[in-house]
């Protein structure tokens, strides 16, 4: 039996060296899980949409959206609209620096009449009964130059007339 020398230590290496190393691997580790956490609880965006509501003597309305996007994200938007009374032409007024540098895919129900005055884009859907509620469903996606994020708000009107007013804000990410 012969006894094993030691091992050389190559040149630049020195004790404690290895000790120094452990870090250096846990910590992308560390920051990686810490990256993944955030995901996961929403606070990188992806988190269901809030629902905001407003309700006066008029008519009852409620939007729900996300608060926080990341570019490029595809996201939805539902608007819900019941009057309290009878109404001859309801219509749901989005503010355009809402949408401004948003892509709209796409909207449902169609409206009968779309039109776009004193900065809304005005969807009217005609006549509605009290009690009856309108939901309204929007498709987008965030597009690249929109940075930090867009705000208005999103109005239900009778005609001319405004019944309810939500205001919304969404925060962007690139």
Same mark, same amino acid.
């Given at each position: 039996m012969t !006894?094993?020398? #030691? +091992?050389?230590? #190559? $040149? /630049?290496? *020195?004790? =404690?060296?290895?000790? $120094?190393s452990r870090w250096a691997r846990l910590l #992308? &580790? !560390? &920051?990686l899980s810490a990256l993944l =956490? *955030? /995901? &996961? !609880? /929403? +606070? &990188? =965006?992806g988190a269901p949409g809030t629902l905001r509501q407003a309700r006066t003597e008029a008519a009852s309305l409620g939007v729900r959206t996300p608060d926080l996007l990341r570019s490029g994200m595809v996201f939805e938007t539902i608007i819900d609209v019941t009057p309290h009374r009878p109404v001859d032409d309801l219509a749901i007024g989005i503010p355009e620096r809402l949408w401004r540098e948003m892509t709209v895919n796409t909207m449902i129900p169609a409206a009968d009449r779309e039109d776009y005055r004193a900065g809304l884009h005005r969807f009217s859907f005609g006549p509605a009964d009290a009690g009856e509620t309108l939901r309204f469903k929007i498709d987008g996606q965030i597009n690249p130059p929109l940075f930090a994020g867009a705000s208005g708000e999103i109005v239900a009107f009778d005609g001319e007339r405004k019944l309810a007013g939500v205001p919304v804000a969404v925060r962007i990410l690139p």
């Open positions: !006894a094993s020398r #030691p +091992a050389q230590v #190559p $040149d /630049g290496i *020195m004790d =404690g060296h290895e000790r $120094d #992308p &580790l !560390a &920051l =956490g *955030m /995901g &996961l !609880a /929403g +606070a &990188l =965006g």
